[in-house]
């Protein structure tokens, strides 16, 4: 995600003030007071909330907002996380940072770059969650907007891109509160900053797919047996006379 640095970066006075839970976590409160809004790291978590669990993200569920997941065919894992509603969609994904920095400035001087040699035009803005990129990529359909925000928390960074109407900054419908409900749960392993954080199925999906995985064996099973039988009733008999029906 980051390209490499000869050093460390250090973080200019003009930068994006640092999230709640990044700062908190700096200053090393033993009892850190829940911030205003997530993505919330684990530790300052609202209790009460019927969240599924993608291992090192929870996302609050939502009646109107449909969960949409890429896997990774070599090993199943979850590559990306999707929530859809309407017209309207957020991308979300989870990543390493360091302790006591936030990588969201980084990120987002190099994916601007990115855009551009892609045809998409960004601009920053202050937004809910600090300096955001707002953008306009073409599709077959016509222009759709976009718009990118990056949350640091200790040790971690979530990075969202909504699409659809919800790109719009003001935009606080369900997309904007499933992440502003959503639980970042770090590792104790140490990764290099910007590294994926792993996701995973949640247990009901993962028992859906087993059953599934298992109905179509099955079915493929019993077409196998079915083409073998009619097979055998087609093969003339050993002494090459048809049998008479």
């Known amino acids: 995600m980051f390209r490499k640095r000869g050093g460390p970066r250090h973080v200019r006075a003009d930068d994006t003030p640092r999230s709640a839970a990044l700062a908190q976590s700096m200053a090393g409160e033993p009892e850190p007071a829940v911030p205003e809004r997530g993505p919330y790291d684990v530790r300052h978590a609202p209790a009460g909330v019927d969240r599924v669990d993608f291992g090192s993200l ?81 599709t077959p359909d016509g222009p759709v907007n976009v718009r990118l925000i990056g949350v640091d928390g200790p040790r971690w960074l979530v990075r969202g891109t909504f699409q659809g109407p919800a790109a719009d900054p003001g935009h606080t419908g369900p997309l904007a509160r499933c992440l502003e409900g959503m639980v970042v749960v770090r590792d ?42 009619h097979a055998r009733d087609a093969a003339p008999p050993a002494n090459g006379r048809r049998r008479r029906h």
Do not use: C, H
């Not at 993962?206 to 083409?227: K, L, V």
């Open 188 to 229: 104790q392993e140490a990764r290099p900053p910007g590294e994926p954080l792993p996701l995973t199925l949640p247990k009901e999906l993962a028992e859906q797919a087993q059953i599934q995985a298992a109905a179509m064996a099955e079915e493929e099973q019993r077409r196998q047996e079915q083409q073998q039988r």
């Open 58 to 138: 929870q996302i609050p569920r939502a009646d109107d907002v449909e969960v949409r997941l890429e896997a990774n065919p070599q090993d199943g894992t979850v590559a990306a996380i999707v929530l859809v509603r309407g017209d309207s969609a957020l991308q979300v994904g989870v990543f390493a940072a360091p302790r006591t920095e936030g990588i969201w400035d980084e990120a987002r001087e190099e994916t601007a770059p990115r855009m551009a040699a892609d045809g998409i035009v960004t601009r920053e803005i202050d937004g809910r969650y600090g300096v955001e990129l707002l953008g306009v990529v073409k």
